[in-house]
C-alpha cells in the first residue's frame, strides 16, 4: 500500500478503537516505519525492491516489542511504553495491510505469506482503503459507542 493509505487505514483503526488521538498518530507513525527503515529505492530500484518486505517487515520484531512494554520493564516510563505499543500496533497494522497487496514475512522473515487483491497505487487500494475506513466507523457506532 501506498504510505498515505497505511496512515489513514491504521490512523482510524486506532481511533475507532481507543479514541485517542495521540495513540492514533504514533501508531500512523507505526505505520510507515517498516517501509522507512527500508530507504529510499532511489536510482538502485531493483536492489531495493529485492530487500523490501523482509526483515523490516518481519511481525516477531514488533510483537516482541510489544511485549517488552506491556511485561511492565519501562515502569519508569510508563508513556514511553504505552506510546511505543502503539508504533508497534502501527507497524503490525502496516504488515497486515501489505499483507493483502502482495507477500510479508511470517513465522520467519524468508517465509512470506500473503494474497494479492490488487496492485499497489491502484484505484483499487483506494477503494480498499476507504471500505475499511468505512467499516471501521460502522463497527465504531454499532459496538464502542453502546
Not at 530507504?39 to 510489544?66: C, M, N, Q, T
Not at 493483502?100 to 517465509?111: A, E
Amino acid at each position: 500500500m501506498k504510505w498515505i493509505n497505511h496512515e489513514i487505514v491504521t490512523g482510524v483503526i486506532v481511533y475507532g478503537a481507543t479514541q485517542d488521538m495521540l495513540a492514533a498518530a504514533f501508531a500512523m507513525g507505526g505505520a510507515i516505519f517498516p517501509d522507512k527503515v527500508e530507504g529510499r529505492p532511489g536510482a538502485s530500484y531493483w536492489s531495493w525492491r529485492a530487500k523490501h518486505r523482509g526483515w523490516s517487515h518481519w511481525p516477531v520484531i514488533y510483537i516482541a516489542l510489544y511485549a517488552i512494554m506491556q511485561l511492565g520493564w519501562l515502569q519508569a516510563h510508563n508513556e514511553i511504553a504505552v506510546y511505543g505499543s502503539y508504533v508497534c500496533i502501527g507497524a503490525l497494522l502496516h504488515i497486515a495491510e501489505d499483507a493483502v497487496c502482495g507477500k510479508v514475512p511470517c513465522l520467519f522473515p524468508w517465509q512470506k505469506i500473503g494474497i494479492k487483491l490488487f496492485k499497489v497505487g491502484s484505484v483499487t487500494e483506494y477503494l480498499f482503503s476507504m471500505a475499511v475506513v468505512v467499516l471501521t466507523y460502522i463497527v465504531h457506532t454499532q459496538f464502542m459507542l453502546k
